[in-house]
């Protein structure tokens, strides 16, 4: 979501970073809002360990540490002692551990009482969150009972009636990197089993046809779907429809244009000192068009036109360049076709959209 006049995070200024802080907390909050009724409990992280032993951790890093205020933390600088951070990452560790155990009994009491409990200072836990800060990262202002409360905005949730983590952007760049994480997520369990079937098949006299469609197989049957493709699967239902087509252009210079050879029956036609043994592309049919298109441009040719050799079957019709329309088709006198002709099943179609040569 973009907003208007925002303010831009700078780590080293004082000012900007205060009124970050003040930013976020004007349209994003952790509290839990007893106002907007049984909303508020599609905020809370229903967390899973990633592991099964004493020191499994929550995932996506949950339940929050409380704060005070919000606070936007840097790492720990060059001004530390080595053997400092490492106290600080250790005390870190505690602190994860000991705010984990804390019961839902005792989770309403305030910071102050909070830090009582783990027996540390404020300074000295602010020191400890930012020892496992890597770069730049925002603590919200939460209480302890509102630790596994994911960041959300009042107004929007009580619109979207659904779970939503809203994040102040302190770095575009790491932003980028976050989605393109996901596009290109990669899945540990297939790769390990294509690489399972891959060893296997070295150690037989296979033949590399049936190594692929062993290995095309295992890709299959080992892919995670949804409910709803396998719904739309198995009652035959295609899950997107699209006129969108694409073609491709090769704007390099004539002398590095990449062009596939004639078929080897059309290559047996030609005259032996032709060198016409390109196919035919979109470029080249283009330099080829009639008159009435030359004032067409190669991006609305490539687009909007379909050349064919083939003669089309039913009622034909001709081009009027006069009004730039298709008409009834009529024979000359030879009894011939015109040249430009167009297939009946294009008829009702709009000029623009269809247009055979």
């Known amino acids: 979501m973009w907003i208007k006049n925002a303010p831009v995070f700078d780590e080293n200024s004082v000012e900007k970073r205060a009124l970050c802080e003040d930013f976020i907390d004007k349209f994003v909050s952790c509290c839990r809002d007893e106002s907007l009724g049984e909303i508020i409990n599609r905020q809370y992280h229903k967390h899973k360990k990633t592991c099964q032993t004493k ?15 919000t606070q936007i933390l840097s790492p720990l600088g ?22 984990e155990k804390i019961s839902v009994i005792d989770e309403n009491c305030s910071f102050d009482e909070y830090l009582q409990k783990l027996n540390i200072t404020e300074t000295d836990y602010i020191l400890a969150l930012r020892s496992n800060v890597r770069g730049h990262k925002i603590f919200y202002k939460r209480n302890l009972s509102e630790r596994k409360l994911n960041v959300y905005n009042r107004d929007i949730l009580s619109l ?3 779970n939503m983590d809203l994040q102040f952007i302190l770095n575009p760049h790491a932003t980028i990197a976050y989605i393109n994480s996901y596009l290109t997520k990669n899945n540990a369990a297939m790769s390990r089993l294509l690489r399972d079937i891959v060893e296997k098949l070295r150690e037989g006299d296979v033949d590399l046809m049936t190594r692929l469609r062993q290995i095309i197989n295992t890709f299959i049957n080992n892919s995670e779907i949804s409910a709803q493709e396998v719904s739309l699967h198995l009652l035959g239902i295609p899950m997107s429809k699209s006129s969108v087509g694409e073609i491709f252009i090769n704007t390099s210079i004539p002398e590095k244009r990449i062009q596939l050879l004639k078929s080897k029956t059309e290559s047996e036609d030609l005259d032996p000192d032709s060198e016409d043994i390109f196919l035919s592309n979109v470029i080249n049919r283009y330099i080829d068009r009639p008159d009435l298109l030359e004032k067409i441009c190669l991006a609305d040719f490539a687009s909007l036109f379909v050349v064919s050799k083939r003669k089309f079957s039913g ?18 006198e030879d009894g011939k076709e015109d040249d430009n002709t167009m297939c009946e099943k ?10 055979v040569i």
């Open 160 to 162: 979207w009636e659904a």
């Open 55 to 69: 020191n499994d951790i929550c995932r996506f890093d949950y339940p929050r540490f409380p704060m005070r205020k």
């Open 315 to 332: 009622n034909s019709y001709c081009f009027d360049e006069d009004n730039g329309q298709f008409h009834d088709h009529e024979e000359d």
């Open 346 to 355: 294009f008829k009702n179609l709009p000029l623009k959209m269809v247009k």
């Open 78 to 99: 060059k001004d530390f002692a080595d053997a400092d951070i490492k106290n600080y990452k250790q005390l870190y560790a505690h602190l994860k551990e000991e705010t």
